[in-house]
């Protein structure tokens, strides 16, 4: 790819788009972006194949790119052109250089890509994508809105704690990924909790114009964040980072005695801690949970004025960061740690648990971004 990779990715791409013109059409107008990734993950493949092992997370990593292509429109025959232009980009990059020991190395390296990206696609056990409709939507505050809806096919399947890659009619082409609030179940009956963030093009869609009887496409899930039944347990929330531990909450709640859980929920302010009056119920009804409600700050701001009060259900409440107030409560050190919310509370959280005497491998949390 030599010293000009964006470069690189751009003649890639207007080669492939030579060969197929309507090709395009799959892409948005703005290719910056990912013209980035595509070279990044041609590089990793290049550096990893050379590395003497690490090669099956290379099959998986490029199996669940294939799967994740296909809702894009992507099918078999567009991976032989990807690597004809590859092939020919290649050629025309290393010039001189261009050997028969150089072809046989860079083409079996693009030809495990786009054939594991392919296979991956074809033996794909789940539909590429499926559909819901909007059947309930209700703001909590000004920038935070529950969206209910039901599966208009078949029942979909996730995991607790899973979350899934989600497109809005407002915006084709443009996907998410959104938490489910509640575990799947047999009525097709899903639940998420969005947060419009400042200039967020989705985000603050779905908050300001979704309504009910849009339909969303939902494609690949994802997560791997779990709850193990004979392990006590800490959760710690911030906003709306709450839905997958809700999930997997709701799903443990099935056990006949699991061992305690501890959910430290938090926000900024009180009148943002939308969900005590669930969890206060959930504890009520499961002896094996406790909710600790954290805010940074005591009282609510002019913009919250209806915010019900969260000390009406009974919870304790405590105040600083969610994070940092969950690690100092207690000793945590024997404890499987599931941590969901924004990036940086997600990233300080865990810094402070493993200051803590955490074990690291015994912490939890979905991709930061
Ligand atoms: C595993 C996972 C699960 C998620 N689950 C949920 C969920 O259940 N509910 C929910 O509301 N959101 C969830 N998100 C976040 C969601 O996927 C979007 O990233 C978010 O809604 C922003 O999208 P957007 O199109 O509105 O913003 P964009 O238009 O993509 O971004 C606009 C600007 O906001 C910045 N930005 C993007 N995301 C964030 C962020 N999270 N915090 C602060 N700034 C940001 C961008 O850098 C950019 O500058 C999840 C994200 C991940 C990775
Ligand atoms: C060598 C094989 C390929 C690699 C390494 C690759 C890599 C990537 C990467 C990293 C992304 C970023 C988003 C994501 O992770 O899904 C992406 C998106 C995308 N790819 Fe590929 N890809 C390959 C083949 C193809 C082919 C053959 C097509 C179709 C002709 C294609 C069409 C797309 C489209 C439409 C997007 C979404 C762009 C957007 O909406 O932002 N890709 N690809």
């Known amino acids: 790819m030599g010293a000009d990779p964006d470069r690189f990715a751009a003649n890639v791409f207007a080669r492939m788009f030579a060969m197929k013109p309507t090709l395009r059409e799959l892409f948005p107008?703005?290719?910056?972006?990912?013209?980035?990734?595509?070279?990044?993950?041609?590089?990793?493949?290049?550096?990893?194949?050379?590395?003497?092992?690490?090669?099956?997370?290379?099959?998986?990593?490029?199996?669940?790119?294939?799967?994740?292509?296909?809702?894009?429109?992507?099918?078999s025959e567009h991976y032989w052109l990807m690597y004809d232009a590859l092939m020919s980009?290649?050629?025309?990059?290393?010039?001189?250089?261009?050997?028969?020991?150089?072809?046989?190395?860079?083409?079996?390296?693009?030809?495990?890509?786009?054939g594991v990206m392919r296979g991956a696609a074809e033996s794909a056990a789940e539909p590429a994508h499926w559909e819901a409709r909007v059947v309930q939507k209700f703001s909590i505050t000004r920038d935070r809105a529950v969206i209910r809806l039901i599966a208009t096919g078949p029942t979909p399947v996730y995991a607790a704690g899973q979350y899934l890659e989600t497109q809005i009619p407002q915006w084709p082409r443009t996907w998410r990924n959104l938490s489910p609030a509640i575990p799947s179940n047999e009525?097709?009956?899903?639940?998420?909790?969005?947060?419009?963030?400042?200039?967020?093009?989705?985000?603050?869609?779905?908050?300001?114009?979704?309504?009910?009887?849009?339909?969303?496409?939902?494609?690949?899930?994802?997560?791997?964040?779990?709850?193990?039944?004979?392990?006590?347990?800490?959760?710690?929330?911030?906003?709306?980072g709450l839905a997958p531990l809700r999930s997997l909450l709701i799903d443990f709640a099935q056990y006949a005695q699991p061992a305690p859980v501890h959910l430290f929920y938090g926000a900024q302010y009180p009148g943002e801690l939308y969900e005590l009056g669930v969890l206060s119920q959930l504890a009520r009804t499961n002896p094996w949970l406790t909710?600790?409600?954290?805010?940074e700050h005591p009282d609510d701001p002019w913009w919250l004025p209806d915010a019900t009060d969260p000390r009406q259900w009974g919870l304790e409440m405590k105040y600083g960061r969610v994070g940092e107030v969950a690690v100092a409560y207690?000793?945590?050190?024997?404890?499987?740690?599931?941590?969901?919310?924004?990036?940086?509370?997600?990233?300080?959280?865990?810094l402070h648990l493993r200051a803590a005497g955490v074990d690291p491998e015994a912490i939890q949390h979905d991709p930061l971004n």
Request: aromatic share 8%.
């Open 29 to 75: 107008a703005e290719l910056s972006g990912l013209r980035r990734s595509f070279v990044d993950v041609v590089d990793h493949v290049l550096t990893s194949i050379a590395a003497p092992d690490g090669h099956s997370e290379l099959i998986e990593f490029l199996a669940q790119l294939g799967r994740d292509h296909r809702k894009y429109g992507v099918v």
């Open 89 to 114: 980009e290649f050629q025309q990059a290393f010039g001189s250089g261009w050997t028969d020991d150089v072809e046989e190395t860079v083409g079996q390296a693009m030809l495990l890509t786009t």
């Open 187 to 240: 009525n097709g009956e899903l639940e998420f909790h969005v947060r419009a963030i400042p200039g967020g093009r989705v985000s603050r869609t779905i908050v300001s114009d979704t309504q009910v009887g849009d339909v969303w496409t939902f494609a690949q899930r994802h997560g791997t964040m779990h709850l193990d039944p004979a392990k006590p347990a800490l959760l710690i929330a911030g906003g709306t």
């Open 291 to 295: 909710v600790t409600a954290v805010t």
């Open 330 to 350: 207690g000793d945590w050190s024997d404890r499987q740690v599931l941590i969901a919310g924004p990036a940086p509370m997600i990233f300080h959280t865990a």
